[in-house]
């Protein structure tokens, strides 16, 4: 078994090192211990003392090895406007008039992404395949006449364009009547083999977490709960993605391969371990970190989307992530040792919308740039401590090109120096490292030193904790002009056993300007870059280096849009354009229930600011100080780490009428605005009322608004 799944360790000497390799459905690990290792130095054996360390298997190093998938959510939601489906939207409503996934993978080809995701039936109970086992699905639509199959098409056009191919089942299903029953589990492995046998090989599968609570079900309209861990018999449905597509990676569920990182936000924790303690549980385990002293190889997954929304909204147009956002969410994920799953919300046309695909290729090229000369390649590279004196174990293996070569220490040498001397000085503010997995993740805590004379060392400023590696850590800096670097590895779980160090001078990044609009109407614009310029226009156009510059704030008094970006008056360089719509400012209105300094959180433009009704209060009354003609709303619940009483269920009254009713789809994982639209009604006095919290027992509003005629 060991042979089997490291071939080369024998050859390389790296069973020197330990091993523990993690067995069928991801059991403890075996440990393997008194090897015999070629150490290279007399040509003899030596017998070496083992420590044990968990190991991934193929499957989870190949992934991890991908490091960037995308996720494609498409169904009836892109067309009824809903985040989650209730179950009862008619396939009528799936049309698509241009379909075209090969225009999906070649955008995603050029953006670097090695693996495709398609959530072929969400929460909805809608299926992209004509499933044999329901009518709700594409074959009752009008789209292709029935006759459509969108899991073939993009497995089929992933294929084409080099890309691996990867599907997500939805355990909720919030349209068939027998949910919450045996006989809806038998449905579900059924169309689980379905997917599993009809569309080519798959390299991941994915399990969501949302289970039970409100659905159509048939037509019953009710709540139903169950038990998550063993209603769905996940561990039989491991048995049956196991033997069917074993190249998969599994995530969720009971049995998984693979951890969801604990956010929809993009990021992954700066310490972050590759496993945890027993199988993996989102409720017990720490997801975002990983657990030091774990006995199951977990390795965690960021998953985000590029907008807002995980389905297209063409309300989120003008809302994409910035550039910036996106290139942090990179070093926040992969470069802490995470895969990136990053959503496109294909729009109701069937592609991926131009903003998206213009915002994802400059993604790539900004990336591009960044890591486009490595620095270290022509370095001298020292070690204070070479494993039995070995060449190859060498300290040269870590910026030899070869990930399969590393630099690895004595047994019992949890400590060790790395020492990079340039031939000139170098301008460096990028460095990534790796460990050699195949044997485990082992650097608990490490440091960055540079040094302009070799004899003074000064610590590089990361403002992060720099402690776990794993496959790839990425750390930014101040840019530092050295003639040497040097990682001194000050903790680890066993002997050091690094691959790849490289470093890189990435050139400066211009952030897109932020928007912010107080109650009263006053636009200001914030720049993270000093001494660059901000441009700005207010009329719908495009910003350019002609267009007006902003000097202090200015007012918006009405509804409008501005776009703005940053440029550097000496290059000329140009940031991406940021944009916010805006409709009234609500800063007039009042609130009954609140005294005026609370109130005014709810609508100064500020997310980090949070309103709380008192205690024991579920509604609020809000004056809008004269009749209006509404078409919407919007709210934003309190998003702060120690934030509380997001509402998942609510009511809107427009002078004592209902107006809205529903639920916030998945607001508790990914707390941005949540705008509600309805056919226009008149009137002065509104009440929201928060029928249901996720939490706490005071609901906290961090920006409401509303949409006007």
């Given at each position: 078994m060991f042979a089997k799944l490291l071939p080369s360790l024998v050859l390389t000497g790296a069973v020197a090192l330990g091993c523990a390799c993690s067995g069928p459905g991801n059991a403890p690990a075996e440990t393997y211990y008194e090897k015999y290792v070629d150490l290279g130095?007399?040509?003899?054996?030596?017998?070496?003392?083992?420590?044990?360390?968990?190991?991934?298997?193929?499957?989870?190093?190949?992934?991890?090895?991908?490091?960037?998938?995308?996720?494609?959510?498409?169904?009836?939601?892109?067309?009824?406007?809903?985040?989650?489906?209730?179950?009862?939207?008619?396939?009528?409503?799936?049309?698509?008039?241009?379909?075209?996934?090969?225009?999906?993978?070649?955008?995603?080809?050029?953006?670097?992404?090695r693996m495709v995701m398609l959530t072929a039936k969400h929460h909805d109970g809608f299926c992209l395949w004509p499933s044999a086992y329901t009518d709700y699905s594409v074959k009752s639509s009008p789209w292709r006449d029935g006759k459509g199959d969108l899991v073939r098409e993009l497995s089929d056009a992933c294929r084409r364009h080099g890309l691996r191919f990867g599907i997500y089942l939805s355990p909720w299903d919030r349209h068939h009547a027998e949910y919450g029953r045996e006989a809806y589990v038998e449905y579900f492995h059924n169309q689980m083999r379905e997917l599993l046998t009809n569309y080519g090989p798959l390299f991941e599968y994915w399990f969501d977490g949302a289970n039970g609570g409100d659905g159509w079900y048939g037509g019953a309209d009710e709540r139903r709960s169950i038990d998550a861990r063993s209603y769905y018999r996940y561990e039989e449905a491991r048995e049956t993605i196991r033997s069917l597509q074993p190249e998969a990676v599994i995530f969720g569920g009971t049995c998984a391969d693979i951890r969801w990182i604990g956010n929809e936000e993009g990021w992954a924790g700066q310490t972050n371990w590759s496993f945890v303690k027993g199988a993996g549980d989102q409720n017990v385990n720490d997801f975002t970190h990983g657990e030091r002293?774990?006995?199951?190889?977990?390795?965690?997954?960021?998953?985000?989307?590029?907008?807002?929304?995980?389905?297209?909204?063409p309300r989120e147009d003008t809302q994409l992530k910035s550039l910036s956002q996106l290139v942090d969410i990179y070093y926040q994920s992969v470069g802490r040792n995470a895969n990136l799953l990053l959503n496109f919300p294909v729009?109701?046309?069937?592609?991926?919308?131009?903003?998206?695909?213009?915002?994802?290729?400059?993604?790539?090229?900004?990336?591009?740039?960044?890591?486009?000369?490595?620095?270290?390649?022509?370095?001298?590279?020292?070690?204070?401590?070479?494993?039995?004196?070995?060449?190859?174990?060498?300290?040269?293996?870590?910026?030899?090109?070869?990930?399969?070569?590393?630099?690895?220490?004595?047994?019992?040498?949890?400590?060790?120096?790395?020492?990079?001397?340039?031939?000139?000085?170098?301008?460096?503010?990028?460095?990534?490292?790796?460990?050699?997995?195949?044997?485990?993740?082992?650097v608990a805590r490490f440091a960055v030193e540079w040094s302009g004379d070799d004899r003074e060392w000064h610590p590089v400023e990361t403002g992060e904790e720099l402690t776990t590696i794993g496959y790839k850590r990425i750390i930014r800096f101040a840019g530092v002009t050295c003639r040497a670097l040097r990682v001194r590895f000050e903790e680890a779980r066993g002997p050091l056993c690094i691959c790849n160090v490289e470093a890189y001078d990435a050139p400066v990044l211009l952030e897109e300007p932020r928007i912010v609009r107080d109650g009263s109407g006053m636009v200001t614009l914030r720049a993270g870059d000093r001494g660059a310029e901000i441009r700005y226009t207010t009329d719908g156009t495009q910003p350019d280096g002609s267009s007006p510059r902003y000097e202090a704030p200015f007012l918006l008094p009405d509804k409008g849009e501005v776009r703005a970006l940053v440029r550097d008056p000496q290059s000329g360089r140009m940031s991406e354009v940021a944009a916010r719509r805006f409709d009234i400012p609500c800063g007039s209105f009042r609130v009954r229930e609140l005294e005026p300094g609370e109130?005014?959180?709810?609508?100064?433009?500020?997310?980090?600011?949070?309103?709380?009704?008192?205690?024991?209060?579920?509604?609020?009354?809000?004056?809008?100080?004269?009749?209006?003609?509404?078409?919407?709303?919007?709210?934003?619940?309190?998003?702060?780490?120690?934030?509380?009483?997001?509402?998942?269920?609510?009511?809107?009254?427009?002078d004592g009428?209902?107006?809205?009713?529903?639920?916030?789809?998945?607001?508790?994982?990914?707390?941005?605005?949540?705008?509600?639209?309805?056919?226009?009604?008149?009137?002065?006095?509104?009440?929201?009322?928060?029928?249901?919290?996720?939490?706490?027992?005071?609901?906290?509003?961090?920006?409401?608004?509303?949409?006007?005629e």
């Open positions: 130095d007399a040509d003899s054996l030596a017998k070496v003392e083992m420590a044990a360390h968990l190991v991934p298997t193929p499957q989870q190093l190949a992934w991890q090895q991908w490091e960037l998938t995308a996720f494609i959510h498409f169904t009836v939601n892109t067309f009824s406007g809903k985040e989650w489906g209730d179950g009862r939207e008619s396939p009528d409503l799936f049309f698509p008039t241009a379909i075209d996934t090969d225009q999906w993978g070649e955008v995603l080809k050029d953006a670097g992404f002293d774990g006995d199951h190889w977990l390795p965690g997954e960021v998953d985000v989307s590029i907008r807002p929304g995980w389905f297209y909204h729009d109701r046309s069937g592609r991926i919308a131009a903003a998206d695909s213009a915002r994802i290729v400059a993604w790539r090229q900004t990336l591009d740039a960044e890591f486009a000369h490595e620095l270290l390649a022509g370095a001298d590279v020292e070690a204070d401590n070479v494993r039995g004196g070995a060449r190859r174990f060498a300290p040269g293996r870590t910026t030899d090109g070869n990930w399969e070569s590393y630099w690895a220490t004595d047994d019992g040498v949890t400590e060790g120096v790395l020492t990079f001397r340039f031939e000139a000085p170098q301008h460096v503010n990028r460095l990534l490292l790796q460990e050699y997995i195949p044997l485990g993740q082992r109130q005014a959180k709810m609508f100064d433009g500020d997310v980090t600011t949070a309103a709380y009704l008192p205690r024991g209060l579920r509604s609020c009354t809000i004056d809008m100080g004269c009749e209006r003609s509404l078409t919407g709303f919007a709210y934003t619940p309190d998003a702060g780490r120690w934030g509380s009483g997001v509402v998942t269920h609510y009511r809107l009254l427009l009428r209902k107006v809205a009713e529903g639920e916030f789809s998945n607001i508790v994982n990914n707390p941005v605005e949540q705008l509600v639209e309805f056919a226009p009604q008149r009137g002065r006095v509104l009440r929201f009322e928060a029928c249901a919290l996720a939490s706490g027992d005071a609901p906290s509003i961090a920006e409401f608004s509303v949409r006007t």
